[in-house]
């Protein structure tokens, strides 16, 4: 179901005109669809439900930095999600939209002690270790803290997830999760360390991916590993297969959440039941786009057409630091216009007021409109408000998040002076 559609040749969100958000809130507006967020969580877990599992067995730990907007965060809680973050501050806004630290589970490269502190001091459910360095010092930070800190190791398990290559990270030459062939070793260490308890194996091999054979492959390698620490006498209670599963942008057929993990639990199974005697694993997702991706669009408006003689240009005014995805991997985004003209159609670039070459938000579309029109850039909910800077000294855009006829205003419009105020002069 498209939550984003035409009637009466107005675009609308559920059944709330785009025009009426606009006229409310003004724009740049990120906009979200609440029941599409429902929707797309509902998928994960009822894929777990129906395939017998419940949160000892199966969790979906939301990675918060697709979108990080509490309002979101909150109505995922209430639906029973975890959480994977990156940094404290992601924490923070965890519990400050009401989750349970207990379903939280820590990634991320560059840990800080400050940040290990502060997850160790609220009971998160593991830390994702992605080095041994990393590994060392959480061992001694959690000792001076007289606790043992809970450890999943991120493998890299050397698999292709046929993305694309800057948002693919289960490759040998990526920066993330320890190498396949050292992860015996260093569980063999943490296993050792007074202050960490293993808990886990993690791996999180790309985003946009589109089938989830990848996937799959991914857990057949994590489960290999598992099964020659159990023989080593290392248990770990559960398997996190990260996130990735892809949404539509532009005729992508992504595999559907409730097909992925049907496959996945069935897999499980057989493996536990010839390793195991069917003892359970608990598994664990990090899905992001898959739940937020097509549950938003960026509202913007038309400040000037430019009708050159090589392009036309729609100048609107959402710019790269609203939407970095298409300057940052020339990521492709849906524009429809909001309201529907019968006019002929020209071909625009859709680009922002920002002063670079690559702030453009869309190419060589073909567009019926008119300065002062809204346009939706589509698919615009996941990356795209946690991505936004203040460029340009702009101020970032509104939130709105719909429910049925309600609308939510859910981050103010940041004004001017907010971006300078933590800055001071010279005495
Ligand atoms: N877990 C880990 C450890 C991750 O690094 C990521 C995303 C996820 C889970 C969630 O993946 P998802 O289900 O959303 O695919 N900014 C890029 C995407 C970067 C993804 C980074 N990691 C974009 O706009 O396409």
Known sequence: MSYFAYQNGVLHVENTPLTTIAEQFGSPT???SKAALVDNFSAYAQACKVNGRDDST?????SVKSNSNLAVLNLLTRMGSGFD??????LLRVIAAGGDPRKVIFSGVGKTPDEMRLALSHGILC?????TAELERLNEVAGEMGKQAPVSLRVNPNVDAKTHPYISTGLKEN???IAYDEALATYRRAAKMPHIRVVGIDCHIGSQLLDDAPLLEAFDRLTELVDQLTEEGIHVHHLDIGGGIGINYNNDQPVAVGDYLGRLFRKVDEWRQRRYQGAPIQVLFEPGRSIVGNAGVLLTQVEYLKHGEAKNFAIVNAAMNDLMRPAMYEAWHGVQAVTQ???EPRTYDVVG???ESGDWLARERALAIEQGDLLAIMSAGAYGMTMSSNYNTRGRAAEVMVDGGKLHLIRKRERASELFALESLLP
């Not at 199966?58 to 939301?62: D, I, P, R, T």
């Not at 830390?127 to 080095?131: A, G, I, L, T, Y």
């Open 30 to 32: 990120y906009v979200y």
């Open 58 to 62: 199966a969790l979906v730990c939301y």
């Open 341 to 343: 003209r019968s006019s």
């Open 127 to 131: 830390f994702n270790v992605e080095s």
């Open 175 to 177: 920066k993330f999760g």
């Open 85 to 90: 973050i990156v940094s404290g501050g992601e």
């Open 353 to 355: 007021p920002v002063c």
